[in-house]
């Protein structure tokens, strides 16, 4: 567990304020450093960046770098995904809406948030949260 600070009273729940923005930056850097990788991975694939680059190689290659480079765009794809939840998350904690179901408006369990601490639902509701749009619901 990490060492809690006081728990404030922030948009009408208690939020440990400085634990919530700490889990959240850590997030957004291990997203950015898969985000990284994962571009490396696809721009550092064999077939290059031209047309003709992959002349010459065995069609067995060719394939395994095509299925690498789609890999890599689906991960990158997927951490951008990511990463947009977490930034919403930090938004929410400068307005105020940090850690209260966007469902229905209880505080979301620290246990919850400790493991996803980017997420919009209690863990009654977190089947409901894949479905919610962008926008805040409350």
Known sequence: LLTRSPRVHHGGIAVDV???RRR????????????DA??????DGAIGGTELSHVG????DVASDV??????AAL?????VELHRVE???ERLERGTYGRCEICGKEIEDERLEVA???????????LESRLPDAVLR
């Open 38 to 43: 994962a571009r490396s991975m696809g721009e």
């Open 57 to 60: 190689q065995h069609p067995a």
């Open 88 to 90: 919403a998350a930090l």
């Open 76 to 80: 990158e794809s997927t951490v951008a």
């Open 67 to 72: 299925a690498d480079r789609q890999t890599a």
């Open 117 to 127: 601490p980017a997420a919009r639902t209690c863990i009654e509701h977190r089947e």
């Open 24 to 35: 959240l930056e850590a997030e957004r850097e291990r997203l950015e450093r898969i985000r």
């Open 18 to 20: 400085e634990t919530a």
